[in-house]
């Protein structure tokens, strides 16, 4: 089991790799193995991924994350520049049916309101227009209402973990009430513990999920 300390380093080296040249400034503590992302970064996109990288860490729990961005006199665009570069970023998507979402700017945040049949949709919206230049945040409030229901979801989402999300399916068991799905078991990471979640969002008619995976770390033998 990795100390604090050492989670720390290791967070903020993975941070560091990524972005090897950046203004950002951001300040990693750890605590019982809950890391705590705080200072500021001079872009959203690099704020979701120092947030990412934190998660794929072996030996975090949890992440609280407070980071704010503070864009560069440089990055500085208007709302109206901003929408339209979403608007272009959701059309060239193809995962995004566009035609059902709108988007509103204020003051460099984005907000995507709408509805869309599969939760993918949702997130891959939010992916498109998380990069934009000038962007100093994303509310995502797309709601997820499916057309087709999958007449096994368990075992749809079982197999979704498989090939999608590297871990052990065995140990996850699924409940499935209505539109939602339960998580129960142990994972290696907290990494992992996330990948369910996305696997989730592959199987039609799931709009929420509940996780209650565990993490658990298998000690390496000699």
């Keep these: 089991m990795k100390t604090d300390h050492e989670l720390q380093q290791d967070v903020m080296a993975g941070i560091k790799w990524r ?10 503590s750890v605590k019982d193995g809950i890391v705590t992302l705080s200072g500021f970064t001079d872009s959203y996109f690099i704020k979701r991924e120092a947030e990412r990288i934190t998660e794929k860490i072996v030996g975090v729990k949890a992440i609280v994350e407070k980071l704010e961005v503070k864009l560069p006199g ?4 208007t709302d109206a520049d901003i929408a339209k570069a979403a608007s272009n970023a959701l059309r060239w998507n193809v995962n995004v049916p566009d035609d059902k979402i709108k988007i509103i700017v204020n003051q460099a945040w984005i907000t995507l309101e709408g509805e869309v049949d599969w939760s993918f949709q949702k997130i891959d919206a939010e992916d498109a227009v998380e990069n934009l230049t000038g962007v100093k945040g994303v509310t995502n409030s797309i709601v997820v209402k499916p057309t087709i229901k999958s007449s096994n979801v368990s075992e ?10 590297q871990m052990d399916a065995e140990k996850i068991t699924v409940e499935v009430e209505g539109s939602k799905a339960i998580f129960r078991g142990k994972v290696r990471s ?30 390496i033998l000699n």
């Design 190 to 219: 907290y990494a992992e513990k996330k990948d369910a979640e996305r696997g989730a969002w592959l199987t039609p008619g799931i709009v929420k999920v509940e996780n209650h995976l565990e993490i658990f770390y298998e000690p």
């Design 156 to 165: 749809h989402i079982k197999n979704a973990f498989r090939r999608y999300a």
């Design 74 to 77: 440089s990055s500085s665009h």
């Design 19 to 28: 972005f090897p040249v950046s203004h950002s400034d951001i300040g990693v």
